[in-house]
């Protein structure tokens, strides 16, 4: 009887231990199934952008952009106003403060309103496939595939002056560029994705994003340019203006790296240089649109998993 007793003993305890095993290897699994989820939904993802051609026409923007700058700025150009590598470096991360904003628009502006219409998301959370899963996976496939072809041509276009033609390169102003090109990228993409969950209507959203972009793009100078000579505004008061717009505050970064006087701004650049330094400038161009894409995105996802998507 005691041999009986103890063999159930044994048995319990193993049971036991099966049982905890299972228990702690229960989140793991968890977390595994998220991750798969969020691969297979990118996977899903990078298909139809291929499928698009949309990964194609970034590249092109970007490869001509390139050219034109490199070619004209080490072939000092007196015309266009800037000579040497540096310069066109400068220029080229200029023309992206325009460029980019558009682009992570027009690339997320109709991802849910487009899935909804077509049939996609009915299809795919038929499945058993979370909203967060599938809102997480889009950001980091449009996300990165925005971003990863910049850092190469800004990277190549560097290394191309170097090695070819024996340009000096300010490494540091590269690595500035790259970061606040990307804090821009991402403040874009998610706004494009907050209209894309708010606005049904796919003629109706391509509105609202290129009025975002118009107005992002005129009140860089423009605005502020018409407010100043109508109110006379101190240079503290245009700032505080300027930086409420994270294409601006990008424009500041950028040029707070290549010219630490922002002699170009006049008083105000002789404010911000005195008063905030070219390390605070850089802090607010990177910080200021990842916030408003943090908000965006949040606002974005909370819409995307309480409203119906069929």
Not at 205 to 211: D, G, K, S
């Amino acid at each position: 009887m005691e041999f009986v007793e103890s063999l159930m003993g044994i048995r319990s305890m193993r049971e036991t231990k099966a049982a905890d095993a299972e228990r702690s290897s229960a989140p793991d699994a968890a977390r595994e199934r998220r991750r798969g989820g969020v691969a297979a939904i990118a996977r899903l993802e990078l298909g139809e952008v291929v499928r698009s051609r949309w990964m194609v026409f970034c590249l092109v923007v970007y490869g001509l952009l390139a050219a034109f700058f490199v070619l004209v700025g080490l072939r000092e150009s007196s015309v266009l106003g800037f000579t040497g590598m540096g310069r066109a470096l400068l220029s080229f991360t200029h023309a992206l403060v325009l460029l980019l904003p558009l682009l992570g628009l027009t690339a997320t502006g109709q991802v849910v309103n487009a899935a909804r219409d077509d049939g996609t998301l009915e299809l795919l959370f038929g499945h058993p496939i979370g909203r967060t899963r599938y809102f997480v996976a889009v950001t980091l496939v449009r996300l990165v595939l925005l971003v990863a072809p910049l850092v190469v041509l800004v990277l190549g276009m560097a290394l191309y002056g170097r090695m070819v033609f024996h340009q000096p390169i300010g490494w540091l102003f590269v690595l500035r560029a790259l970061a606040v090109s990307t804090a821009l990228l991402a403040c874009s993409v998610c706004i494009g994705l907050m209209v894309s969950t708010m606005v049904r209507n796919q003629a109706k959203a391509l509105i609202l994003l290129l009025f975002f972009w118009a107005c992002g793009v005129a009140l860089i100078d423009f605005g502020l340019i018409g407010m100043m000579l109508q109110w006379r505004m101190s240079p503290s008061v245009t700032f505080a203006l300027a930086t409420l717009n994270p294409v601006q505050c990008a424009r500041m970064a950028l040029l707070s790296g290549a010219d630490p006087e922002l002699t170009t701004l006049g008083p105000v650049g002789f404010f911000l240089a005195n008063r905030i330094g070219t390390g605070g400038l850089f802090a607010i161009g990177v910080a200021w649109p990842v916030l408003v894409a943090s908000a965006a995105w949040a606002l974005a996802l909370q819409r995307f998993r309480s409203r119906d998507l069929i």
